[in-house]
């Protein structure tokens, strides 16, 4: 009988060993790529460390953490203000602003028309019957909105009256939760088009057409202009809605005040915004740093990841 206490409080001992090296991570579906690879290079100081991703729409893991009470020690967000609007204060504290990207029309060779399309006609050649286009769902992804704004944008753009709701409203039977959902429909030649970063697009090696500042969300200098579209969203709770602005777009991390092992999640976001290390596998894969830059909530940052963000 006392043995057999003892193995069990050995097996119990041991079990709780392991959940403390346990390293849980969200991250949003464009980060798929980078985050794997902070992890391999992470794991060579902290080879006891098992980090668990789970990847989602950041709008879906945002109500992991608030509505499902999932265990979460880093939030990757590819959108701040996510986690300004969904997190915080209640389930956050803080959020640090890390990387850019930008909108881009996804495509491939057997796409329709490819050979055609050009940033004067594409949006022509995305209403065309024939043509089936993929974007993902504004109210789990930011890049779902981000692509609804990006229309609202185009209209004023090209100066083409009820540009966007055209776009908007056609075959919505190509809508994913999260935007890398997207990539097997193009590859086996369902949709020809897909309304996504241009990270992405790079990683998995597919074309591309870039799209101009005015329509992007890229450049900082064009915020005046991004925000003068908005589009509405479920809001924190059911029956609630919140309105989103356009802006640049800017990625933003942090630690849930849940998080089962925050000692960990410091040291896995500290290797994720020093430049020579995660910042740098940002950079590498089309996903420009922004650290440090300005944060509401720099008072609530912890002492050692302030340096990555500034109070002015």
């Not at 930008?102 to 050979?115: G, L, N, T």
């Not at 590859?187 to 996504?196: Q, S, T, V, W």
């Amino acid at each position: 009988m006392v043995l057999s206490l003892f193995f069990a409080a050995h097996v119990f001992a041991a079990a709780e060993l392991r959940r403390a090296r346990d390293l849980i991570v969200f991250h949003a579906g464009s980060l798929s790529v980078p985050v794997k690879q902070m992890v391999v290079a992470f794991k060579k100081g902290h080879p006891d460390v098992n980090i668990i991703l789970e990847s989602a729409g950041s709008r879906t893991c945002a109500r992991k953490i608030s509505d499902l009470h999932k265990p979460c020690d880093v939030f990757a967000s590819a959108d701040y203000t996510v986690i300004d609007s969904l997190l915080i204060p209640e389930h956050a504290g803080w959020a640090i602003k890390f990387a850019s990207n930008e909108m881009a029309i996804v495509y491939h060779d057997a796409s329709r028309k490819s050979r055609e399309i050009n940033s004067h006609n594409w949006h022509e050649i995305l209403l065309d019957e024939g043509v089936a286009v993929g974007r993902s769902d504004p109210d789990s992804d930011p890049c779902g909105y981000r692509a609804v704004l990006t229309m609202k944008l185009a209209e004023k753009y090209y100066q083409k009256g009820g540009l966007a709701d055209r776009l908007i409203r056609k075959k919505n039977t190509h809508i994913r939760p999260k935007e890398t959902d997207l990539l097997a429909l193009l590859e086996a030649g369902e949709i020809d088009y897909i309304f996504l970063y241009r990270s992405v697009a790079e990683q998995h090696g597919l074309k591309y057409l870039a799209l101009p500042d005015e329509i992007n969300l890229k450049n900082p200098q064009m915020e005046s202009l991004y925000g003068t579209v908005t589009t509405t969203l479920a809001g924190e709770t059911p029956g609630t809605t919140i309105e989103q602005r356009g802006e640049a777009m800017v990625y933003g991390v942090t630690i849930p005040r849940s998080a089962p092992n925050p000692g960990l999640a410091l040291s896995f976001v500290s290797f994720m915004l020093e430049k020579e290390k995660g910042l740098k596998i940002m950079e590498q894969h089309g996903q420009p740093p922004v650290v440090p830059m300005f944060t509401p909530t720099f008072k609530a940052i912890p002492e050692e990841l302030k340096k990555y963000a500034k109070e002015k």
